[in-house]
Nanobody, 126 residues
Framework: VQLQASGGGWVQPGGSLRLSCAAS????????IGWFRQAPGKEREGVSC????????YYADAVKGRFTISRDNAKNTVYLQMNSLKPEDTAVYYC????????????????????WGKGTQVTVSS
C-alpha cells in the first residue's frame, strides 16, 4: 500500500497548484481519500475528503470555494486543485486513506484514516 503525494511547490498569493495523490497496492473504490495539512506550530487539519464510491465530498470552511477535490479511477489518483491560494494555506499537505463506511465529513473532521502518505510542501508567499 502506498500513497504518493506530489505537486507542491512555491506560488505567489492568488496563484494555483494541483496536488496529486497516486495510490498503489489497492484500488480507490473501497475507500475515502483525504487531504490534510499541517502548518508550522499548528495541528494537522482536514482540508478536503472524498468518498470514492459515491463521490461525496467535504471541504473545510477555510478552503470552500477555492479548493476542489476530484478522482480519476482509471489512474487510481485523487487530486486537489487549489486556486486563489493565500499565505495561510502554507503547510505540508498529506493525503491519507480512510474507510468508505465513514462519510467524507467524518473522515476529514476526525482524521479517521488508517494510512498516511508522505507530505508535499506548499508555500504561498510573495
Amino acid at each position: 500500500v502506498q500513497l504518493q503525494a506530489s505537486g507542491g511547490g512555491w506560488v505567489q498569493p492568488g496563484g494555483s497548484l494541483r496536488l496529486s495523490c497516486a495510490a498503489s497496492g489497492f484500488t480507490l473504490d473501497s475507500y475515502a481519500i483525504g487531504w490534510f495539512r499541517q502548518a508550522p506550530g499548528k495541528e494537522r487539519e482536514g482540508v478536503s475528503c472524498i468518498r470514492i464510491r459515491d463521490g461525496s465530498t467535504y471541504y473545510a470552511d477555510a478552503v470552500k470555494g477555492r479548493f476542489t477535490i476530484s478522482r480519476d479511477n482509471a489512474k487510481n489518483t485523487v487530486y486537489l486543485q487549489m486556486n486563489s491560494l493565500k499565505p495561510e494555506d502554507t503547510a505540508v499537505y498529506y493525503c491519507a486513506r480512510g474507510p468508505s463506511y465513514y462519510s467524507s465529513d467524518y473522515v476529514c473532521r476526525s482524521m479517521s484514516v488508517n494510512y498516511w502518505g508522505k507530505g508535499t510542501q506548499v508555500t504561498v508567499s510573495s
